[in-house]
């Protein structure tokens, strides 16, 4: 299975991946879910909202225990960062099958669409969608950097935009939902474990900061004549570092984009994405309010305008006790961490009973090609993740 698709939406330049939502390698993607499926005699099925379902079991019987991940990348992303979780998952059931294991609840594998929000800038669009946590109306107004909006993209594709919408049937009918992930940090590499289990993601948001100057020519101009919106830009990124590490939390410029963004051209307008996680959400608004703080007094010193709009925002999820604690026991006491990052399972955690996996990361590198997990330990969290299920759905 990883070897078929690893070739899938893999730049050859950067040996990164550029899977993104309603493109052709993310066409590419789903048809092999959709093979993978079939190929087991599970049932396969496509959701209103784009996501897809390898049903082993009667979905309407109810309390179905659902596992999966995603198959979409950030820019040039690395080949574990979702694939992983969708893969073991198929690797679990031909585990639980080959032990003879019989469930008595219907199982499930999904992978849902658009987690990453590298096209539309908005992450675990398909989750969110389900989940009612994003209307149909603001998902139709995102649009990609060429202007194509997700409605657009998902016709292009082949699917109806006109159905997405909140899923509560569908929810309704999950009494379980595991994420198998690999981990996105360091922390399970100092322990002698292959695989741990999350407790809780820390709260976690985007916000676009506009810097609003003035273009001029940058041989002609003189600097105490100049609005330059890219001087308050460079000043903002380095107050986000600082008011970040004095606090505990994360603040990250991660996207820019530049008006007219000519070599001899000072900037008239400069758009910088600001991703801000913390442990808590009060020091996350505390953090992102001095960066904020920081960009406007600085933009007055510079003459330019600075306006923020918040783009996204993910409340501290605490995965439900009961099921984290019987995944650890399942397991036989592996460790129970915590994670800055975002994911479908979090999303679906004000809804559904959740809970996440994680394999272990050797060097702690995630969102790059450079991600990577030892062959072993990913067997071990196929494992695992066999383990869960069958503790969970073959009582």
Same mark, same amino acid.
């Given at each position: 299975m990883w070897r078929d698709l690893a070739p899938m939406g893999r730049n050859p330049e950067s040996g990164g991946y550029r899977r993104f939502a309603w493109t052709g390698a993310d066409a590419d993607c789903r048809s092999w879910f959709q093979a993978q499926a079939e190929s087991r005699g599970l049932a396969y099925e496509l959701d209103r909202n784009g996501n897809q379902w390898a049903w082993l079991g009667d979905p309407a019987a109810g309390d179905a225990v659902v596992t999966g991940s995603h198959l979409d990348s950030v820019p040039d992303g690395g080949a574990f960062d979702g694939p992983l979780g969708v893969v073991s998952s198929f690797a679990a059931l031909d585990e639980l099958r080959a032990r003879g294991a019989r469930p008595s609840r219907p199982l499930a594998i999904v992978n849902f669409g658009d987690e990453e929000g590298a096209r539309f800038g908005l992450a675990c669009v398909g989750s969110r969608l389900t989940a009612g946590q994003l209307t149909a109306e603001k998902a139709h107004a995102?649009? &990609?950097a060429e202007g194509i909006s997700l409605a657009r993209a998902m016709e292009r594709a082949g699917y109806d935009p006109e159905a997405i919408g909140p899923d509560p049937e569908r929810l309704a009918r999950i009494g379980a939902f595991v994420e198998l992930h690999v981990e996105q940090g360091r922390a399970l590499a100092e322990t002698p474990h292959a695989v741990g289990v999350a407790s809780a993601i820390w709260p976690h948001g985007r916000w676009r900061f506009d810097f609003h100057g003035e273009a001029n020519h940058a041989g002609t101009t003189r600097i105490e004549d100049r609005r330059d919106p890219m001087l308050t830009y460079a000043n903002t990124v380095l107050? *986000?570092?600082?008011? *970040?590490?004095? @606090?505990?939390?994360? @603040? #990250?410029?991660?996207?820019?984009?530049?008006?007219? %963004?000519?070599? %001899?051209?000072?900037? !008239?307008?400069?758009?910088?994405?600001? &991703? !801000? =996680?913390?442990?808590?959400?009060?020091?996350?608004?505390e +953090?992102?309010?001095?960066?904020?703080?920081?960009? $406007?007094?600085? /933009?007055?010193? &510079? /003459?330019?305008? +600075? =306006?923020?709009?918040?783009?996204?925002? #993910?409340? $501290?999820?605490?995965?439900?006790?009961?099921?984290? &604690?019987e995944l650890a026991k399942l397991l036989g006491g592996v460790p129970v961490l915590p994670t800055g990052a975002g994911h479908d399972a979090g999303i679906l955690s004000g809804t559904v009973p959740t809970a996440m996996l994680f394999v272990r990361n050797p060097t702690g590198v995630s969102h790059s090609p450079a991600e990577t997990a030892a062959e072993d330990d990913c067997v071990a969290g196929v494992a695992a993740l066999a383990d869960v299920l069958e503790g969970l759905a073959c009582r």
């Open positions: 995102l649009r &990609d107050a *986000a570092r600082k008011k *970040a590490r004095l @606090a505990g939390a994360l @603040a #990250t410029f991660g996207k820019v984009s530049v008006e007219p %963004n000519g070599v %001899n051209a000072i900037a !008239s307008l400069v758009r910088g994405w600001l &991703d !801000s =996680r913390a442990a808590d959400e009060e020091t996350l608004a +953090v992102v309010g001095e960066i904020e703080r920081a960009a $406007v007094e600085r /933009g007055e010193r &510079d /003459g330019v305008g +600075v =306006r923020v709009t918040r783009e996204s925002f #993910t409340p $501290v999820v605490e995965f439900a006790h009961g099921l984290r &604690d």
